[in-house]
């Protein structure tokens, strides 16, 4: 089949997809549908210079990774030399990847400025880059498509608006919001089922997704009390509360079984 014809198959079948969902996709040129922005925060809580620490690990044998079969769009398969893997159960020496950690109590009462850094989510060799990632309320967030080929991108989060973007051209950008809170918001590319990625939405900045080794770093806190939740995808989640004081670091451990 010429290679034109083949991407007007897919982008059809994209589309009649996304229609058979009952989502609508939006325009190739679509604009953020996000709420207006947040009035300026009164009196935002200071930074603090209280760290925190830790490792998430996986209990017992590792899982065998996952091929991704990508043979179906050869834009895809072309850009792999080597196998590429699913990202639902990432295992290095026992350390997790892929773990939201947000602390999830003790910042009641305080406020905080949305960033206006754009965090950018990439569609990069077929697959969603960073598979877990976070964002704070309103912040925007850039959507990218680095492929030669289509992708859709069907975000399902219940507090705040949907979308539905279908994106067939290399370098197109796309920028969308969040208005509340929520852990966690499913990513998934309709034309490729096996593209999908999480999205933790937080009012804070207290957040982080462990790196390939398992640990994560998470900085600025005031001293205090506060209570950590660990999300993952495929082994649910865990908490552990931690005390910090000014200028010094503590670490906790996240323990996950299959």
């Known amino acids: 089949m010429p290679r034109t ?10 589309v009649a997809v996304a229609i058979g969902c ?7 040129a679509a604009k953020s549908d996000a709420a207006a922005p947040a009035a300026p925060v009164a009196a935002a809580s200071a930074a603090g210079s209280a760290t925190i620490t830790g490792k998430a690990l ?4 590792a899982p065998a990774p996952m091929k991704i079969k990508m043979d179906a769009d050869p834009v895809c398969q072309q850009q792999h030399a080597t196998a590429a893997y699913m990202q639902e159960l990432v295992v290095n020496n026992g350390g997790l990847q892929n773990v939201f950690v947000y602390v999830k109590s003790g910042l009641e009462g305080k406020s905080f400025p949305t ?7 990439d569609q990069s060799g077929c697959l969603y880059n960073p598979h877990v990632v976070g964002v704070q309320v309103n912040q925007p967030f850039q959507i990218v498509n680095s492929d030669a080929t289509l992708h859709n991108v069907n975000a399902k989060p219940t507090q705040s608006t949907p979308f539905n973007l279908a994106m ?33 939405v937080v009012g804070h900045p207290f957040f982080a997704v462990t790196g390939a080794d398992g640990t994560f770093t998470i900085k600025g806190l005031q001293a205090g009390t506060y209570t950590l939740e660990a999300w993952h995808e495929k082994l ?11 200028g010094q ?3 906790v451990t996240f323990s996950f079984e299959s």
């Open 236 to 246: 649910g989640t865990a908490t552990q509360t931690v005390t910090v004081a000014d």
């Open 22 to 28: 009952g989502a609508k996709p939006e325009p190739a």
């Open 168 to 200: 067939p051209t290399k370098g197109m950008k796309i920028a969308k919001s969040f208005a509340k809170p929520e852990i966690m918001v499913p990513i998934k590319c309709n034309v490729h089922p096996w593209m999908h990625a999480y999205v933790g």
């Open 5 to 14: 014809s083949w991407i007007r198959s897919l982008s059809l079948i994209a």
């Open 115 to 121: 960033p206006t850094e754009p965090v950018v989510f």
């Open 58 to 61: 996986f209990a017992g044998a």
């Open 249 to 251: 670091s503590s670490s």
